[in-house]
Each structure stands twice: as C-alpha cells, then as structure tokens.
T-cell receptor, first 114, second 114 residues
Framework: DSGVTQTPKHLITATGQRVTLRCSPRSGDLSVYWYQQSLDQGLQFLIQ???????AKGNILERFSAQQFPDLHSELNLSSLELGDSALYFC?????????????FGPGTRLLVL | AQSVAQPEDQVNVAEGNPLTVKCTYSVSGNPYLFWYVQYPNRGLQFLLKYITGDNLVKGSYGFEAEFNKSQTSFHLKKPSALVSDSALYFCAGGMNTGFQKLVFGTGTRLLVSP
C-alpha cells in the first residue's frame, strides 16, 4: 500500500458526460501528479500540482482540468467525454517537486466511456 | 525530445534464472531514472531509482539496476527470478525540466515460468 488513495476505483459513463476523479496523497506529501494509462498511448503525464498551485502540464486535453485543495487532495475533472478517454487514471504524490523525489502511485481509477 | 525506451515487449525467464529487463534513455544532461512494477489491477510500485553516485542501484524485492552512461542504459536485473516477479515493468526518467515530469517507457511484461 503506497498511502495514496484514489476514488472511485471504477467508473462507467457515457460519451458527453463529465466525471470527477479524486486523489488523496500520502500524509505529508505536497506534490500531486496525474497520469493516464491507455493501451495505445501508454503512461502519459497529465498535470502536476504542488501545495495548491499548478506546476507542470503534460499532454492534458483542454476538456480536462484539475485542482489541488488546501487539504492537499486533488481532483481531476474530465468533461465532454469521448470513447478514447477510456483509460486508467493514476495519481501519484511526492513530498516536494524535485527531480530526485520518488513518486508513489495510487491504485488508479479505471474509466470506461460507452 | 527526451525519452525512455524499453526495447522488449516481453521477457520470458525460468524460475531461478537471472533476469534482465532493458531500458535506454535519451536526455541532455544528467538523468534521474526510476523503475516501477505494475501487478494486475494494481497501481505502480516503486522499485528503485538512480540519482547520482554508484552506478549499481539496489532496490526492493532483490532487484538492482545498473546505470551505464556510455551506453545510455539503465537495465533492471535480478540474480534469481521468482514466479511472483511476473508483472509489467516500467522504466521512467525524471528529466532536467525544473519540475519533475516522469517520462515512461512503454513497459516490458516479465513472465517467469515455474
């Protein structure tokens, strides 16, 4: 158990809908990262937050947004969902934001868009 | 562009034999390299990382990795494979971007036969 929790574990929804994925980092960790794992794209970095502020953006679509709250949990919002958004979404956390930090991953949320 | 490559989709090894999972990187400057393992229906688990110093890095579950700057490689090794080592292994790099965005390889499936 990494100490990073994600809810829900599974999510089934329809095209055009909006969903929110939630992540609670390890106790004391200030950085939260979101990744998408799909069969065709592999593991891709989406976005990073550090202590409530956005720090880095990767291959995140404009239909997706995220935020980190004062209690350091984070939410990833996916809107106008398309079939291709079906994937496993991982959250990871680390104490700071440095390159030397180890990221600890949550179990993921499996999203299926029908 | 900075990248991490895993040239083998799958590696097969018999239990008790040594195993190697290959990873090469392409980055300007000094890379920070990580190995993660993913078991079915689980998140990624941290195995080990190279930051600086000794080229041979020891990690969890008896795994080790050798950083080779001249060959730009960071191969994962274990002297004696276990059936329970069967999983998906990811090499990742934290590049010199100022903020840590992991770039992942495509993953290598390790199958250890009894």
């Amino acid at each position: 158990d990494s100490g990073v929790t994600q809810t829900p574990k599974h999510l089934i929804t329809a095209t055009g809908q909006r969903v929110t994925l939630r992540c609670s980092p390890r106790s004391g960790d200030l950085s939260v990262y979101w990744y998408q794992q799909s069969l065709d794209q592999g593991l891709q970095f989406l976005i990073q937050y550090y202590n409530g502020e956005e720090r880095a953006k990767g291959n995140i679509l404009e239909r997706f947004s995220a935020q980190q709250f004062p209690d350091l949990h984070s939410e990833l919002n996916l809107s106008s969902l398309e079939l291709g958004d079906s994937a496993l979404y991982f959250c990871a956390s680390s104490f700071s934001q440095g390159q030397r930090e180890t990221q600890y991953f949550g179990p993921g949320t499996r999203l299926l868009v029908l | 562009a900075q990248s991490v490559a895993q040239p083998e989709d799958q590696v097969n090894v018999a239990e008790g034999n040594p195993l190697t999972v290959k990873c090469t990187y392409s980055v300007s400057g000094n890379p920070y390299l990580f190995w993660y393992v993913q078991y079915p229906n689980r998140g990624l688990q941290f195995l080990l990382k190279y930051i600086t110093g000794d080229n041979l890095v020891k990690g969890s579950y008896g795994f080790e990795a050798e950083f080779n700057k001249s060959q730009t490689s960071f191969h994962l090794k274990k002297p004696s494979a276990l059936v329970s080592d069967s999983a998906l292994y990811f090499c990742a790099g934290g590049m010199n971007t100022g903020f840590q965005k992991l770039v992942f390889g495509t993953g290598t499936r390790l199958l250890v036969s009894p």
